[in-house]
């Protein structure tokens, strides 16, 4: 952030901007102190805002938390234009999944799911769960099975080496050599 905040109602683009102050800090103070140990104390002091700030866009931790992956679903989806390819949709996935935000995410929630079961389910849902259903709503012909198992090679090892900090996020163009490959090695057609 930038400066002190203007006094009075903020616009809806300063609304979205402080939305996302908030979700950055959670996600950057969940990465690194763990889901359980981050109150919302420590959230407030990261985003310089206050608990009824807090209040008023999300709630609990939990509800911060699963904003933070929504976020990350809706830029991922949203961003190439429904009429795009596969090819379009399967890079976003793999640019957003493989990303530092993607990443941690993922750490945090393989670490605290045993803790915390209800927040795993509803990860899961507004998470792979619906990157799978996106991908199957691509093919042409509409296979879940077929989009599950893009899903997976969109992860795959690289995904798992970045879980490891054994490899830095992809560029663009490595992500879409790696989602086209995923592509070629179930013999999709890339829609493009």
């Known amino acids: 952030m930038t400066g002190p ?3 009075g109602r903020p616009t809806e683009t300063e609304r979205a901007q402080r939305r996302d102050d908030i979700l950055d800090a959670a996600v950057r103070l969940f ?3 763990g889901f359980g140990q981050v109150t919302l104390d420590h959230i407030v002091a990261e985003a310089h ?12 931790r939990t509800e ?6 929504d976020r990350l679903r809706r830029r991922t989806l949203e961003q190439p234009p429904a009429d795009t390819g596969l090819l379009a949709l399967a890079t976003g996935i793999v640019s957003a999944l493989h990303s530092d935000e993607g990443i ?3 750490r ?7 803790s915390f079961p209800e927040l795993a389910r509803e990860f899961y849902r507004d998470g792979p769960q619906a990157y799978i259903a996106a991908l199957n709503e ?9 989009a599950t198992a893009l899903f997976t090679l969109l992860l795959g090892e690289p ?24 592509l070629w090695q179930l013999g999709i057609e890339d829609g493009s």
Request: no cysteine; hydrophobic share 45%; glycine share 8%.
């Open 159 to 182: 995904h798992r080496q970045r879980l490891l900090g054994l490899r830095a996020a992809p560029g663009r163009a490595a992500a879409a050599r790696h989602a086209r490959m995923a």
């Open 104 to 106: 941690a995410l993922h």
């Open 31 to 33: 990465a690194t102190g």
């Open 108 to 114: 945090l929630m393989i670490t605290e799911a045993h």
């Open 5 to 7: 905040r203007k006094r």
């Open 138 to 146: 691509r093919l042409p012909e509409h296979d879940v099975d077929l």
């Open 49 to 60: 805002v206050t608990k009824r700030t807090i209040y008023g866009y999300f709630g609990d």
């Open 64 to 69: 911060i938390f699963l904003a933070a992956v």
